[in-house]
Every structure is written in C-alpha cells, then in structure tokens.
C-alpha cells in the first residue's frame, strides 16, 4: 500500500482528520488519539496523519517519566504485542502496534515491530517514523540503526541511508555483511537519482507489457514532467478538443493550466485556472495556491526580461519588485484568513514574512504553526531566527535548543538550526559553546557553509 499525502485523502476522511487536528490544537489528545485512530484504520497510509498520532500520543504521555505511569502503560503491552507478531496482515499488525503506542508512545518493541510491518505493507515513511524514536531513545541499537537505514533507502532517502551504514562500517570495519549492504544502498541510491529504479526492479519496459504501441506512446508523453514545448502545445490542443465534450472535466482544465506554466504563457494558464474557479468556485486552496504560485512567476519573468541597459531599468526592476512582494504578501494574508485552521497556510505565510524582515509580525504566526507536527520543528526553528533578529538572543537560545532535542537525525535540518543556535551563541559571547555546534556540523558536513572557516578559527584561539 503506498502512502498518501492530504491531498492523496477523500474529502470525508480530510474533514475527519481536521477535527482531529483541532482536538490536538486544544490539547484534547485523548480525542485526537481517538479520531487519528479511526482516520487510520481507513486509510492506513495516510502520513501526515500518522505523525500527527505519534505527536499526540506523546503529549498523551506528558514523557512518561514517572515509574507509575510505565508500569500502568506497560500492564498491557506484552498481550497486545504477542498479538500482533502474530497476525499475518501488516495492516492489522501496525494497527494492533498503534494499540500499545497510544498509552505507551516510546515502546520501542512496538515501534520495531509498526516498522517491520509498514516495511512489509510498501510504507517506508511510516518505519522510518517509528525507527527514528527506537534510535532516539536507544543511540547503542545498532540493529535498530540498521533497520533504520533499509527504511531511508526504500523511502527514497539514500543519503542518510548511507551515513547510517558508513558510520557502522567504520566501527566495524571487517564487517561484510555491513559492506554488503553499503553497497546494495549506494547501488539503490544511485538508480533512483538517475531514474532506473522501476526498471532495475524487474518489471521491464511498460511499453514491452502495453500491446498497444500507440497506448504506450501517449501515457509516456502525458507522464513526463517536462515536455518540450511542440509537445505540451499539442496535449494541449487535444485536451482543449476533448473539453469541448467535456467541458466540466476540471482535471483536464487544471493539466491544461499547468502545460500553459511549463510553456511560459503565464496569462494563459490564469485564464484557464479561472475557467476552473467559475466552474468549482475558489473552496480548493491547492488551486489558489498554484494561481499564486503562476503570477508570481510571471512577476518574476517580467523583471527578468528588462533591459539592464536601459535608463529606467532601476526605477522600473524596484517598482515590479515592490508590486510582486506585496502581491505575494497579500495572497497569502487572503489565504491565511480563508482557511484559518490551515496550519500549512500559515507557515507558508509566516515563512514569507520572515523572508521580507517582517520579523514580528511572522513571530505569532510561527508560534501557531508549531501546533502542526509536519511543520512543528522548522517553526520552532524560524522562531529561533526571528528573536535572534530582534536581539532578543536568549529567547532565540531557548527557541532553538528546545527544536534540537526533538531533532534527532543530522540531516539539513538539523544543520541549519545548529548553525542558527552557534550564531546566536557568538552573538551572546558564548563562544566555547559556539565553537562546539560548528564542529558538531564540521563532523557531517565540512562544507556546509563557512563551518570550515569557523572550526578553523576556533583552533588558531587556543593557546600555542
């Protein structure tokens, strides 16, 4: 079962899953819990809404720190895991794992066996959630780590998939099981960032399945991302054909509207969104955002294509500049008054204040997008940011080291918050504190960056 973004969701499930997530924003977790639980068990691939789970249960919990409360949450744990190791439907098991998690969100026998379970039911992002808290809250399981690192590889995640068994190899250097599997995932890697992996899996060359050559020839060319403009010209000649049967065919409008971005006709594709809004109304925001996502790239083409020599070129690239920011400003303020439990919308226009030196008035909206689990961290972070930029150095402090110790896995992420915090540090005179998150990022990445320069500079402080 492959997974599925929000708007993957049928409406009547996205509906539920907004209560559910109003729960969450009032800190009701045991009604959240009960929702996300019941949003799941229809559609069990449905991420976002397993990560907004994972937060709740946690909040449930309080951190489950006192030898009362895991003795309570654990009772029932071993009947329910017995259970599901030995129910044969992966789906059944990761909903009998959910069972424990619920009242004991740090199991970690639970956690890995919902991550066997979604690796066996094609839902690698759903393991990775679980693997990521079992390496977490046990850094030493290196069967933990290992199981981790197969799950970023079949998520798509090479990268850190690699870093993982690198690490591994390195403190079990004679290891060839370990340099097996190095391989098979840097092999992996490779075939998906060139496009092979459908290939390389076995399946062969659909157009060798298709019998109908002709079949064959048109879903590859509606499938690729980018076409050539004589091709995007004739899709959208026979798509506008066949809308004239089927005038209300609003995907066939909004592919139209998208070919029209691809060929740069930007007036065009406004024109078509338009036919789309006259037709279904303004309700859809991916539409609103794609309208606004199209004009700003016409705003963008319109300077881009002023004549740098010319006398006026200053005054004019200043004007259209102004007009596409606050353009840009205002969609998204209109949006974020649209749909005000959008915590999506309000990161994005939050993100955008903090981008125009808006500082203050992106701080509370940040602080309402750290009530959403997929945007909580990067909020927090942002936040951090804000109060730095308003010298208010130990709120930004306290902002960035809270979202660290939620972050456990070093990705980009995690360096750019550990850069922030290290600036912040040096701005507060704590250098030694500085110098230490620079090369905590040097050890990663060296050229991510000045950190070189910055781990440079931290040795030519010492005493010869």
Do not use: W
């Not at 689990?373 to 972070?381: I, K, V």
């Not at 208010?392 to 080291?401: C, I």
């Not at 998150?437 to 910055?454: H, N, P, R, S, T």
């Amino acid at each position: 079962m492959a997974e599925k973004t929000i708007g993957q969701i049928p409406r009547p499930v996205r509906e539920q899953y907004q209560k559910g997530m109003t729960a969450f924003e009032r800190k009701n977790f045991d009604y959240a819990i009960a929702i996300f639980n019941q949003v799941l068990a229809q559609e069990p691939g449905f991420f976002e809404c397993r990560q907004a789970l994972r937060v709740c249960q946690h909040g449930k919990s309080g951190g489950g720190s006192t030898f009362f409360r895991k003795m309570l949450s654990g009772a029932g744990s071993s009947p329910l895991l017995a259970k599901a190791q030995m129910q044969k439907d992966p789906l059944e098991s990761i909903k009998t794992a959910e069972q424990i998690l619920n009242n004991d969100p740090n199991n970690g026998a639970a956690h890995k066996l919902l991550a066997d379970a979604a690796l066996n039911a094609a839902m690698p992002k759903t393991a990775v959630l679980s693997l990521e808290i079992v390496t977490k809250n046990t850094p030493k399981d290196e069967d933990a780590q290992k199981s981790l690192a197969r799950a970023y590889s079949a998520a798509g995640q090479g990268e850190k998939a690699e870093q993982i068994m690198s690490e591994l190899m390195r403190l079990h250097p004679g290891d060839l099981r370990l340099a097996d599997e190095l391989k098979d995932i840097s092999a992996r890697k490779t075939l998906s960032e060139g496009g092979y992996e459908a290939l390389s899996s076995g399946a062969g060359s659909y157009r060798d399945i298709l019998k109908d050559k002709s079949k064959a020839e048109a879903l590859e060319q509606e499938s690729r991302q980018v076409k050539s403009e004589d091709v995007a010209q004739r899709q959208i000649a026979k798509l506008e054909a066949e809308l004239v049967q089927q005038p209300n065919d609003l995907k066939k409008l909004r592919t139209v509207a998208e070919l029209y971005v691809q060929q740069k006709s930007y007036d065009r594709a406004l024109e078509t969104y338009n036919r789309i809004i006259e037709k279904e109304g303004a309700a859809d925001p991916s539409l609103q955002k794609a309208i606004a996502e199209t004009t700003l790239k016409k705003y963008e083409a319109a300077i881009a294509a002023l004549n740098p020599q010319a006398p006026d070129y200053a005054e004019t690239s200043a004007q259209l500049k102004a007009e596409r920011d606050n353009y840009v400003l205002t969609e998204a303020r209109q949006r974020a008054e649209r749909y005000p439990n959008d915590l999506t919308i309000r990161f994005e226009l939050a993100e955008l204040l903090f981008k125009l030196g808006k500082f203050r008035e992106a701080m509370p909206e940040f602080q309402k997008a750290t009530t959403n689990p997929n945007r909580r961290l990067a909020a927090m972070s942002y936040l951090g940011q804000c109060f730095a930029a308003l010298g208010r150095y130990d709120m930004a402090a306290g902002q960035l080291q809270t979202a660290l110790k939620e972050k456990p896995v070093f990705d980009d992420e995690k360096k750019e918050m550990s850069y922030a915090l290290a600036d912040v540090f040096e701005k507060m005179g704590k250098q030694k504190e500085a110098d230490e998150l620079y090369k905590e990022i040097y050890m990663v990445d060296m050229g991510f960056k000045d950190v070189m320069a910055k781990v440079e500079a931290s040795y030519n402080r010492l005493p010869p």
